[in-house]
């Protein structure tokens, strides 16, 4: 919408009541009102605050048999992600530090140390896009491995374990995010060579060609212990390889699989220095599964690409009988498939601290623990770790309610603590964990598999976080207040992306002198350091949610604002230019694509001769400095008024010619498709046919002006990238300017393809 003046003075507090104008209209008179502060939810909402280490529980026994249902409430909450699918690879080393010294190579990890490793700059070609990575890690321990821990790089260490070890070499699949850098940090208790692996990695589930999850009901695919067949015995002997046609099995795994959520168990005959599982068809990977130096009975999770025919392919460094269970398998996106969600770790259950050892089934409520990973969540993925009093057969995770399948996720034949990843399905927000011998259970959640929303290319105009009622949209700016509603903010944005937004607008409203609660002071062309930092956090938490790119746009306010001009101001000209200067490094540092529309609605009419000199000149200042690729110029009314002087502003003047946007942001407010064509015949009519188009300002979640505008795109061929709603309806109930806050649903244009 038009930014138009909001005021012209400001006396005391003061709560603003008035309306910007459409486009191409002059705004009406504001109301001032006395303001009064709303606390925001973060304020209103306070959770108490647990201090480390202190559990709450709720504890229910059925004392009949063996079957006990627990949920527990741990002292860390997990806060959801973006939706995440999977890229799979070859199995590939990223680091081993019993090699030569280097990023991805020793020394070995001291006790009580961290290191990081930025997976991106390693060998194995792993995108700095990954935003998580499906690794092996292996520990090479000098003596007893108290734990060590995996988490990104960047964030505070975590109180959940990855593997312990009673001196031998131990290996555990980990889904762990990245953090800085791309980076993942590993800390031991005590001194070990580490050794890390990776199968794969997660993408934004709108990635072409990323992988969908499906969840099935843990079933086994082939135990060598059985009768001779292709999913049967022999043993494998020490020093070969076997080829198992997975898609052969009992499972129900279709062809449309394209790797596989295993559980590997090796029964070795004597002791097994390594176990490695890839795609069938393939080289050997420099890679390893599992370990047992011991020859004790072992198990790892391992996601593995489908090969040849849908087989993978098992090498053994020593005869052993090989056992493989799976959980489900990844594919092309489509009815049932799910998302990874990545949480903070956190403790969903430690029976050490009650109720203590059982054996039998034990039923956790996973959802009911204050991990509270939403009813949406279809599978966990949960690290295991055992601590039995004597020899554990084997441990069982499946969904609660069903039939205990015929698999084990992880076994301690010789009573040693023991760890290992699991992704266990659910129906009800629990699952059951069967113990053939007593044992203490400790499960740490670190991420889920749900349904993602359907991504939309576009999104909205995110200027206000709330309206007072009726229509009052001050003093709630999202930039203003985001250090002071920053739990409401982010919780906003994470509802704009899971309903299928991609893309937000961001408007900096700025006057000289004027803080509003919108409008930012401005004078000598720059914000407060508070809002400087406001914006940085902001663009930080749009990018953290999932967002794939923003337009930030400057909407200068009273005398600041040139499109009210009579006479050209190089003073206040200087201040919006320096603004700009200003802020520009905090945006291109976001590090989430970014364009930039440096006046909004700036394009004038043919009589506004000192709007015209303001654009000309920006323009020409902004291209030398910054360059024209992350800019929009001057987003333009879609009319023919405005649309006539686009050649005009970019065309030679006295301050230049630096040519045009490589990007028209266009603002359409129309149900009927007329104003579409008349933009795409006036810019075509200048020479810009064939340039896209942002539509940055459209009715909000209009239904039919998404139809009329998806019609045009069809009739004309215009190029349009995405379609950003400005909060105001069409009807305008209870202001023309803006009457929605926070702009959610994007339905209608989703509809539609925008």
């Known amino acids: 919408m038009r930014s138009c003046p909001l005021f012209a003075t400001l006396l005391g507090t003061l709560m603003l009541t008035g309306g910007f104008c459409a486009a191409g209209q002059q705004d009406s008179p504001m109301s001032l009102t006395d303001g ?219 062809t449309t699989a394209k790797a596989y959520s295993l559980n590997v168990t090796a029964v070795p005959h004597k002791t097994l220095n390594y176990l490695t599982t890839w795609p069938t068809g393939e080289a050997q990977p420099n890679a390893s599964t599992l370990n047992s130096s011991t020859g004790a009975v072992v198990a790892n999770a391992a996601i593995v690409p489908a090969g040849s025919g849908g087989d993978v392919s098992i090498f053994v460094s020593d005869d052993a009988d090989v056992i493989l269970d799976v959980n489900g398998y990844f594919a092309a996106p489509a009815t049932g498939g799910l998302s990874l969600y990545t949480v903070t770790p956190c403790r969903v259950i430690d029976t050490r601290n009650s109720p203590g050892a059982f054996s039998g089934v034990l039923t956790v409520n996973v959802e009911g623990s204050t991990c509270a990973p939403p009813s949406t969540a279809q599978a966990y993925v949960l690290n295991a770790t055992v601590v039995p009093p004597g020899s554990l057969n084997y441990l069982s995770l499946y969904p609660a309610g069903e039939a205990q399948p015929n698999v084990s996720t992880l076994n301690a034949d010789d009573g040693a603590i023991t760890s290992n990843m699991a992704i266990v399905p659910t129906s009800n927000g629990s699952i059951d964990a069967f113990a053939y011998n007593p044992t203490q259970l400790i499960l740490d959640l670190s991420s889920y598999f749900a349904p993602s929303f359907p991504a939309a290319l576009g999104g909205s105009n995110y200027g206000w976080y709330y309206l007072a009622p009726p229509c009052n949209r001050e003093p709630y700016g999202v930039v203003y207040n985001y250090d002071t509603a920053t739990a409401e903010i982010n919780a906003q944005l994470q509802q704009m992306y899971q309903n299928g937004q991609r893309r937000l607008r961001i408007p900096i409203f700025h006057a000289r002198g004027i803080n509003s609660g919108t409008i930012m002071d401005s004078t000598g062309g720059n914000l407060a350091p508070r809002f400087q930092a406001n914006l940085a956090n902001l663009l930080a938490a749009i990018k953290a949610a ?43 540092g976001a590090g989430i694509p970014y364009h930039i529309d440096l006046l909004n609605e700036g394009i004038p009419p043919p009589t506004y001769t000192a709007l015209l000199e303001y654009d000309q000149m920006l323009w020409n200042n902004y291209v030398p400095e910054f360059g024209s690729d992350d800019t929009l110029g001057f987003s333009i009314i879609a009319d023919s008024a405005h649309l006539g002087q686009v050649s005009t502003v970019y065309g030679q003047s006295q301050f230049g010619s630096n040519g045009s946007p490589q990007l028209f942001d266009v603002h359409i407010y129309d149900e009927t498709g007329s104003s579409f064509a008349t933009a795409f015949s006036a810019l075509s009519s200048q020479g810009y046919q064939g340039v896209g188009w942002i539509i940055g300002e459209a009715f909000y979640n209009d239904a039919a002006e998404a139809m009329t505008l998806r019609q045009q795109i069809a009739s004309t061929g215009q190029k349009v990238l995405y379609l950003t709603q400005w909060p105001v309806t069409s009807a305008g109930t209870c202001s023309t300017a803006v009457n929605v806050a926070p702009p959610v649903d994007f339905s209608n244009y989703q509809a539609q393809d925008f």
């Open 36 to 254: 009064t502060n709303r606390q925001s939810s973060s304020e209103s909402n306070a959770s108490p605050v647990r201090n480390p280490g202190e559990l709450s529980l709720r504890f229910e026994s059925n004392f009949s048999g063996v079957s006990r249902t627990i949920s527990l409430l741990s002292t860390e909450t997990g806060a959801a992600s973006t939706a995440l699918q999977f890229v799979p690879v070859t199995p590939c080393r990223i680091a081993d530090t019993r090699n030569a010294n280097g990023p991805f190579g020793g020394p070995e990890l001291a006790a009580n140390s961290t290191r990081e490793f930025n997976i991106p700059q390693s060998a194995c070609n792993i995108p700095s896009t990954a935003v998580a990575y499906s690794l092996n890690v292996t520990v090479v321990p000098n003596g007893s491995l108290n734990y060590l821990t995996l988490w990104p790089s960047g964030q505070t260490l975590p109180n959940v374990s990855t593997l312990n070890s009673d001196g031998r070499i131990k290996a555990n699949a980990a889904i762990t995010p990245a953090g800085t850098n791309g980076g993942v940090s590993v800390f031991v208790s005590d001194a070990t060579q580490v050794i890390l692996d990776i199968d794969g990695y997660f993408v934004p589930a709108s990635t072409t060609s990323a992988l969908a999850f499906y969840p099935l009901t843990p079933c086994r695919i082939a135990d060598t212990r059985g009768a001779t067949g292709s999913l049967g015995g022999p043993f494998i002997s020490g020093g070969t390889s076997r080829a198992f046609p997975v898609q052969s099995s009992s499972c129900k795994i279709p």
């Open 546 to 588: 999932g967002f794939l790119e923003i337009e930030v746009s400057f909407h200068p306010q009273s005398s600041n604002d040139p499109t009210q001009w009579t006479t050209f101001s190089s003073d206040f000209f200087q201040e919006n230019w320096s603004l700009i200067q200003n802020l520009h490094p905090i945006i291109a």
